[in-house]
């Protein structure tokens, strides 16, 4: 396999050409690919994704622009360097993605980043929108050192690559409430299945509906939660969880089934039995 990369990387194959090379390999060797683990799909938090912006504006142009239509667009790198001028309706804030076996389709932008491309091509009316100064179209190679390079200089630890910027917008719609099904026609999946993977409930969903269940939305604010900062929190806290609100004391009291109900002890015991738990 590290053979393999050499070549590949030489020849500037797209990523499917990269995976038929490794399918190729592992049939010859008489491989089989490990099963693949269930868990979640990565991404970037919302501030990762303007800290990673930021970085690129502060590189030369277009470079800030580029990694901006990547994000905002949800589209493949090899979608992005195949976008034509003729393939950007800056009235309408559309963009026209070729797509796997064919596939075409239009994907909407914010009316910002639209106006940005309109500057970025300056009445320029054929060509590619993103392209080098011999009028040649950027590789899948240059687009994933911009990335890694405007992720160096945002400092972000996490490991960025530029299909982890479709990973990301993709659960950022969901959890802002768009539809699986406009989730799927919107980055371009056959079928729903491959969307599904994004919709697994993070922690700020489930935190979500845990307060429109309970009529207590505004507790919280924006910011996002990180599971891994959990256990950190509850031991800065003593190790001891806060007490429940008194109503949702009552209404537990009030439902808790005959069979469940505990034993009559003294208050510092059951208070000892909460701690351990």
Known sequence: ?????????????????????????????????????GAAVDRLSR?????????????????GLLVKTLYYSGARVAELVGVRVEDVFLAEAMVRLHGKGGRVRLVPIPPELAHELGTHLAGRRSGWLFETRSARPYSTRRIEQIVHEAAAAARLTQRVY???????????????????????????????????????????????????????????????????????ALARAGGRAPPPAPALRDSARRTAPPWRAAPATSRRSRRSRVQRA
Do not use: C, N
Not at 12 to 30: F, N, S
């Open 1 to 37: 396999m590290r053979a393999t990369e050499r070549i590949w990387r030489r020849a500037h194959l797209t990523y499917d050409q990269v995976r038929l090379v490794a399918k190729r390999v592992r049939e010859r060797l008489e491989l089989v690919r490990p099963a693949r683990a």
């Open 47 to 63: 501030e990762g994704v303007e800290r990673l912006i930021a970085a690129g504006y502060r590189a030369p142009a277009p470079r």
């Open 162 to 232: 530029p299909h982890l910027l479709r990973h990301t917008i993709a659960q950022h719609l969901l959890e802002g409430g768009m539809p699986v099904d406009q989730v799927q026609r919107f980055l371009g999946h056959v079928s729903p299945d491959t969307t599904q993977i994004y919709a697994q409930a993070s922690l700020a969903m489930i935190r979500d509906g845990y307060g429109r269940a309970l009529g207590v939305g505004g507790g919280w604010g924006r910011a996002e939660l990180d599971e891994r900062a959990a256990p950190s």
